[in-house]
């Protein structure tokens, strides 16, 4: 009888100083962030798809189409193609299509590209209605890139590691 | 049962394995156990059995106390044959054993051993999705992880597409 | 605030005097249905941002200010929802358990005394028509639950009865200990014996009842265990349920379900304020009125979520050994030494 | 929920459906009248796709048998058309809550082929962001859990705590869930400075919490009367099954890979390992929260004496061939023992990929565990044994 009556006070004792908890929690501040008018700073590191890296004095992508990282991709998501302009040593690239539906974000291509001619970009708003928008062609996207800076500003304007923070979903970029 | 042998350390022994006898903690067992270097193959004791004694020595480890790890499926298409690897591990004394054996490749049959070890119905229906080996004395041999009416055995190196 | 109810009362004076008794009682039920809606909704709000504050997230905020429009858009969805009826199921029981549901409560209602002048009816059998209405909702629940031929509804309205007969007698075993002590049924003449300091209600009342927290508390688990609410929710448990007897009732049907299950804990919590907190009575003595109901109800309420974010789901068995084995026998306790008190220092 | 050809034949008189049988449940023969109830594949407790096919005798379950292959992706096929470069990505995605010590696993096994030793301090970072990993997998177990009996609020506190670890996680690796961070023979990057600073607030703002954690949750008689003395589990039965981590721990035999077969840095740090003997629902909560006090301390261990230098192996071929045989390599994960047995013929691909993931065997005894026991008890138990359903179904 004895034991009974002590586990139903302790019990009871249990149950109060939940309450106290929770009640304690109720007037703290919210821990939450109002995703669409608050947004996180992303880390350095964060692994977005992955975007060309234009050459700082040329202006034009450093990539030259050697097809490491189409052969290190486990999942065949990059197809690259370039063409030997005459006059220059090496091939420059001309087509860069990746297929997001299908990459899992290992950066195998990253470690194997030797040149650092590709690196992870910053966007994570990436929802979109069809399937198709994430066959994301990288050049494409580049050449227009350099086309909106150089047209405003006729400098061609080198834009080092830029942290893109305005997400800017591929649906405004056109995919084909 | 005695106490264990010394277990092999990890870091030390990067060196080639000498001649150095290991005492083989399972000697006084009927079956042809031969102790291995830890360091080199992940675990202390190895027996290559031919199909027969399996379920036998099963019931042997039973009795020291081991529990069934799991059950492995290789299929050796250039020698025609089917290895099928039983991994043991003993809860209290961090010994892993493994027993393995070869059947033919293409009457692959082998005595079940859920009868001693109930855990291993499930590691045996997979081991048949994946491969197609029978395991007789089965209660019920029906597709573990593929669809149910799944005929083909995706793991086998003849198995295309 | 004493002669605002005054003059509510005086004006009403004249409007009973003007025009016979029905209009009143029209206007009263058009009134306690307004309440009981609006209330229902709105403590779907309370719920929501209760439960965000309790887990240091903000609750709903998107729709109008502080989320207030977020139960008219629920209704609005609820409502534009098509009413599913699936094959097989036993079609008249499956329609009339949502109006079962609700009937009961509003009649309740009718009873309760929010003031001095706002009580529907004043019969002085009240409380014994709050408790006849009472357990009618459990019967049209397991009937909704029996007729939508879903194994988990079956089982979730098997639950629902044992655990309502379960908990039916210790809360009238408490009614029966407060009926004696006021010496009424009358819940307008219950209130006005507890006037005056705060010292006054039942709650405190140590001369024949000096277990009266005991009491009010059995009373309150009770009421939690009668409407499926905090640990006692083993009806529709998410978790094993899914939703209980409610799985099949898409849109108003299963709304009115969950307006039913709100209006129960308000009609609960407003008992438990008239027979323990004092009613309307305010605890300085001095203007008491129809805000100092509603305070100690909706504190009431407040505590019914609170419970409900803090603790997980007490078993199905462990739920009726805690009625059977703990709250009966201290109930029975109570009445006897109260009976006894009440004999000995009259 | 009602199964598919049930509702196609018209029902049978009512009488005849629900005769008055007595509940002998499961002991002698099957009672008069049991009835079929299908938990899952789509369901809120079964944390994934798994069915449970109940038999059930009024509220008493006669027989449970879960079904598995829902989220079955050949995993083991995908190792062999995979370099083992390739296969890392793999790894994190098998059990997602703990993907460091799976990757960990795989990594180790290649090493432990191709004779790599990965510099000390990769193996000090593997161990602390493993520990990391392991104790967010027990914060979303534990939320899950309470989730699961019935308390809501426990979830969003525990994954307050876990946002501060993927952050910090997601810091050095670059991802929050499937982080691929070990490569074969060390690490992908260092961790910066920000890293250890920040794990080291994170370990003393994570003592005080998990004292509120126990007065609000562990302490509370609700929770207590709902989980002592529920699904019981005999370690002879864990031993039949070869069910591992906390749930052999929670039945009283203190079996950790860690501590039994050494590996990494683990033998330089010193933990205990929880064993409770009742072998219920509460031992087996009790064994994972004391783990979290205990990877706490090693993660502290760890970052006392983190060694300078570099964080990958030297000499790495890029193409990796390994030496013919089979190499087994098993590692403690947040459920359990994970194994990954890689049997090579000396090609750049290995031969067969064998991945003995810790929920299969946990599960494994699920069946014979919860003969008789109430509806809710079950799902009590299925949440004390922490499955994560494509850690089953590979």
Partial sequence: MIKAIKEITFGFWSLVTGMRITIGQFFKPVVTVQYPHETLKIPARFRGHIELVRDPGTGKAICYACKLCERACPSDCITVDGVKLDGAKKKSVTSYHLDFTKCSLCGSCVEACRDGAIRYSREYNLASTNKDDFVIDLFRRLEEEAKSESHPAPAPSSTPAAAVTSPSTPADSPAK | MSEAGPVKNVETSQAAPTAV????????????????????????????VPPE??????EMLDREGFALDTITGVDWLADKQMEVVYDFFHPTKGLRVVVRTRISRDKPEIATISTVFPGANWHERETHDFFGIRFLGHPDLTPFLLPEDATYHPLRKDFAG | MQNLSDHLAQGWHFVQSLWPEPLRLILFVAGIVAFVGANAAYLVWVERKGAGRFQRRPGPNEVGPAGLLQPVVDGLKLMSKQLIVPAGVDRVLFRGAPLLVMAPVLMSLAVVPFSASLA???????????????????????????????????????????????????????????????????????????????????????????????????????????????????????????????????????????????????????????????????????????????????FLIFTVVWIRWTFPRTQFYGLLNLSWKILIPVSLFTLVLSSALMKLLP | MIVKEELTTPPPASEERFPVGPANVGASGVPAETFVLNLGPQHPATHGVLRVKMTMDGEYIVRAEPVCGYIHRMQEKMGENRTYAQYLPNTSRIDYLSAMTYTHAFVGAVERAAKIQPPPRAEYIRVITSELNRISSHLVWWGAFLLDL????????????????????????????TYCYYRVGGLCNDVDDAFLKGTREFVAQMRPRLKMYKALVTDNIILRKRLIDIGPISAELCRKYGATGPVIRGSGVGYDVRKAEPYSAYPEFDFEIPTFKEGDSMARYLVRMEEIVQSLRIIEQALDKLPAGPVM????????????????????????????????????IPYRVKLRTPCLSNLSLFEEASKGMLLADALAVMGSLDLVIPDIDR
């Fill in chain 3, 120 to 298: 529907a009816r004043n019969i002085n059998v009240g409380l014994l028509m709050v408790f006849a209405f009472g357990s009618i909702n459990v019967m049209a629940v397991m009937l909704g639950g029996w007729a939508s031929r879903n194994k988990y509804a079956v089982i979730s309205s098997a639950r629902m009865v044992s655990q309502n007969v379960a908990y039916e007698i210790p809360m009238l075993l408490v009614v029966i200990t407060m009926v004696m002590l006021t010496g009424t049924m009358n819940l307008n003449e219950i209130v006005q014996q507890q006037a005056g300091w705060f010292w006054h209600w039942n709650l405190f009342d140590w001369k024949h009842n000096p277990l009266a927290p005991v009491t009010f508390l059995i009373f309150y688990i009770c009421m939690l265990a009668e409407t499926n609410r905090a640990p006692f929710d083993m009806a529709e448990a998410e978790s094993e349920l899914v939703a209980g007897a409610y799985t099949e009732y898409a849109g108003m049907g299963f709304g009115v379900f969950f307006m039913a299950e709100y209006a129960n804990i308000l009609l609960g919590c407003s008992l438990a304020t008239v027979l323990f907190l004092g009613g309307w009575q305010s605890p300085f003595g001095v203007l008491s009125g129809l805000v100092w109901f509603l305070a100690k109800m909706y």
């Fill in chain 2, 21 to 48: 006898t290991r005492p083989n903690p399972l000697a006084h067992l009927a079956l042809p156990f031969q102790a291995v270097d830890y360091a080199v193959k992940g675990y202390h004791v190895e027996a290559a």
């Fill in chain 2, 53 to 58: 004694q399996v379920v036998a020595a099963a």
């Fill in chain 4, 150 to 177: 019935g308390g809501f609020t426990p979830l969003l506190y525990a994954f307050d705590d876990r946002e501060k670890i993927l952050d910090l996680l997601e810091s050095i690796t670059g991802a929050r869930l």
């Fill in chain 4, 313 to 348: 192996a030297d000499k790495v071929p890029r193409v990796l061939k390994l030496p013919a045989g089979d190499y087994c390599y098993s590692v403690e994960a947040a459920r359990g023992r994970f194994m990954v047995r890689i049997v090579s013929d000396n090609r750049e």
